[in-house]
């Protein structure tokens, strides 16, 4: 059985930080990409980064995330973490991981998803 199980959001405020992590089992953690999306209330699901899975390990941020978000995995850990400084109100969304087999952005080029992590920026 394949689990993702994220935690680590909560409620910050604007400025802060937060560390989510994504412990995955059932895979061969090792062999995949993975992945952190964000859903926001009425708003489509969206890549945030992506990591690659074997070292040299590639990263990937969209432009909300470059300078303020770290992708990093732990293989040994079978665990993939999201570090945010200087979060944002417009940061609030739930927070997803994914494991995929390709380096893509799309939601549905991954298989295996976590149920989220609600992350809330207060003003």
């Known amino acids: 059985q394949v689990q993702l199980v994220e935690s680590g959001g909560g409620l910050v405020q604007a400025g802060g930080a937060l560390k989510l992590s994504c412990a995955v089992s059932g895979i061969p953690f090792s062999g995949y990409v993975m992945a952190w999306f964000r859903q926001a209330p009425g708003k489509e699901r969206e890549l945030v980064s992506l990591i690659s899975y074997s070292p040299p390990e590639g990263t990937y941020y969209v432009d909300l995330a470059k300078g303020r978000f770290t992708i990093s995995r732990d293989n040994a850990k079978n665990t993939v973490y999201l570090e945010m400084n200087n979060v944002k109100p417009e940061d609030t969304a739930a927070y997803s991981c994914?494991?995929?087999?390709?380096?893509?952005?799309?939601?549905?080029?991954?298989?295996?998803w976590g149920q989220g992590t609600q992350v809330t920026v207060s003003s």
């Open positions: 994914a494991a995929g087999t390709t380096w893509a952005s799309a939601p549905g080029a991954f298989a295996f």
